[in-house]
């Protein structure tokens, strides 16, 4: 192998789910239904914030205890905690009835907790066999690649991920099949406590399906899992207790059948909040070209797609991962090769496209990855919102700054992005606010067309509501929008049109009474209906 660096309120009782036969995972030695993990006073500092203070629960044996909040509420610290990838202030967190020393990642495995961490803890050049031996040891110590590749390989068809090539670099991966390794590398370890932190974000429907299978596979053996998610409708088909945190501290707790989506959101929010899909406002533009104008576009994995997108119009992309819709995105943008017999945007004509050019012709995407495509961690909030404009601005630095300090504080106010300023590191905010710059570098800038891919995956309830409010936004300016989403109801609610693709294509184009659910979902499989 060549050498390479790893870089007080309770909402009453109710039924606890069944459970399928266990294949993978070790049973925990606590008794079913005894407390398996204890965590008590729990507080964690960084300078002046004070990320979780005085947090309190418990876990039990064979069962799904949900963590949720809205961003920045303290679910991912608290499960970096008790994953001992980061040192408590002070408090204490017991497994099995022993004390869990924090500031370790191995020693919480060998304490038997592992996690599938929001943030991915894959080394992006290694392949997937090496990322899975990484956690057991110094990997390039008597390290065999014919050995890894194989247990690799067996593990992932025990899994159900035989689809997966364990000689793959990870970088090679769909994000989805990225976050499977991850899980993946946690339940290999046979957890007494797993934790899947956001796990089921970049998943479709099938993959979040088959991760309740490894679920329930694990607490059918007694082992427990903290299951940290903002989609309100998992937390009811596979949780069995949860606990809630707003601003770091504790807000309410609640069990299985007890709870309707308001009061979750409203014990979350620390008011009386409702989850809802906002109108599309009706289409009346007056705008001599359409947004987007595109015939039989070819590029990989996408077969001579033809639309068009007139101003102001949300059309949503839908369909199964996989089928063409991240393709079809990267092409319209210009980050992937592609061509069209008939392509314009806002009536220029296009012949051949790059991001620079897609910009310039008025375009702007917000990709699947925030962390790897949207963003510049290491650089500034107000940095990361110029980044498109450099060419346009100046080459940056505190003078473009100062220049478009209007501008940049009108963005984060207008989507509620929390940050201690336009210099903070953008790596520093949470996954939402994170979510929100990417899309905020492309409001109030004279757009004529943007592209979401799946703009709303793994933020919280009032973050979605934000976002919403913020693409209605654009089409209420005009603004044509692309949006491809993995929550159909999304959709259907929020767009004008779906096209549902299906390899490559179009299966079936849906709007007005033929724009349901059911719809979407059976253009997806296939099954076109009228």
Not at 274 to 290: G, I, Q, V, W
């Amino acid at each position: 192998m060549a050498s390479r660096t790893p870089p007080p309120q309770d909402i009453e009782t109710a039924t606890v789910a069944s459970v399928e036969p266990a294949a993978t995972a070790a049973a925990a030695s606590a008794a079913p239904g005894a407390v398996l993990v204890e965590v008590r006073d729990l507080i964690k500092h960084y300078g002046a914030v004070h990320a979780v203070d005085d947090v309190t629960f418990d876990v039990r044996a064979g069962e799904v205890h949900a963590l949720v909040g809205e961003n920045g509420a303290g679910k991912s610290t608290v499960a970096k905690m008790l994953a001992g990838a980061v040192s408590s202030t002070s408090g204490s967190i017991t497994v099995d009835g022993s004390p869990l020393a924090g500031g370790s990642v191995r020693d919480a495995r060998k304490a038997g907790v592992t996690c599938a961490f929001q943030e991915l803890a894959l080394v992006p050049d290694w392949t997937v066999a090496e990322n899975l031996r990484l956690p057991d040891g110094a990997p390039l110590k008597g390290f065999s690649q014919k050995k890894a590749t194989a247990a690799a390989r067996e593990l992932l068809a025990g899994l159900e991920l035989a689809h997966i090539d364990p000689a793959a670099p990870v970088s090679t991966l769909s994000l989805a099949d990225r976050q499977q390794v991850e899980i993946a590398r946690a339940i290999a370890a046979k957890p007494k406590v797993l934790i899947l932190d956001e796990a089921s974000s970049a998943l479709a429907p099938p993959g979040v399906q088959w991760l309740f299978r490894r679920i329930r596979e694990l607490t059918a053996t007694g082992s427990s899992v903290i299951y940290v998610s903002h989609r309100l409708g998992e937390l009811a088909e596979i949780a069995d207790r949860g606990t809630v945190l707003r601003d770091g501290r504790v807000a309410g707790s609640f069990v299985r059948g007890s709870w309707t989506d308001d009061q979750l959101i409203s014990m979350m929010a620390g008011r009386e909040a409702t989850r809802h899909f906002p109108s599309a406002p009706p289409l009346s533009s007056t705008a001599p070209h359409p947004a987007l104008d595109v015939e039989n576009l070819v590029s990989s994995g996408v077969d001579g797609v033809t639309f068009r997108v007139e101003a102001g119009e949300i059309l949503g992309v839908g369909g199964l991962q996989g089928h063409g819709q991240a393709e079809l995105l990267r092409a319209l943008f210009g980050a992937a090769p592609a061509r069209a017999d008939r392509w314009s945007i806002a009536g220029k004509h296009i012949r051949r496209l790059s991001p620079v050019s897609a910009v310039r012709h008025g375009a702007g995407y917000v990709p699947e990855d925030r962390k790897r495509e949207g963003l510049a961690l290491g650089l500034g909030v107000g940095e990361n919102l110029v980044t498109p404009w450099l060419r346009t601005f100046g080459l940056g630095g505190r003078p473009l700054l100062a220049s478009q300090g209007g501008w940049i504080k009108n963005v984060l106010a207008s989507l509620s992005v929390r940050t201690r300023g336009p210099l903070e590191h953008a790596g520093a905010l949470s996954g939402g606010n994170q979510q929100k710059l990417v899309f905020g570098r492309w409001t109030d800038r004279d757009r004529k067309l943007v592209l979401l891919h799946d703009p709303t995956r793994g933020i919280d309830v009032r973050a979605k509501q934000e976002l919403y409010d913020a693409i209605i936004e654009l089409s209420r300016q005009g603004v044509g929008v692309v949006w491809f989403s993995t929550e159909v109801e999304e959709l259907v609610h929020v767009c004008h049109r779906v096209l549902v693709l299906y390899r490559g294509g179009i299966a079936d184009e849906l709007q007005g009474d033929r724009l349901t659910a059911d719809a979407v979902v059976g253009a997806a499989v296939g099954a076109k209906t009228r």
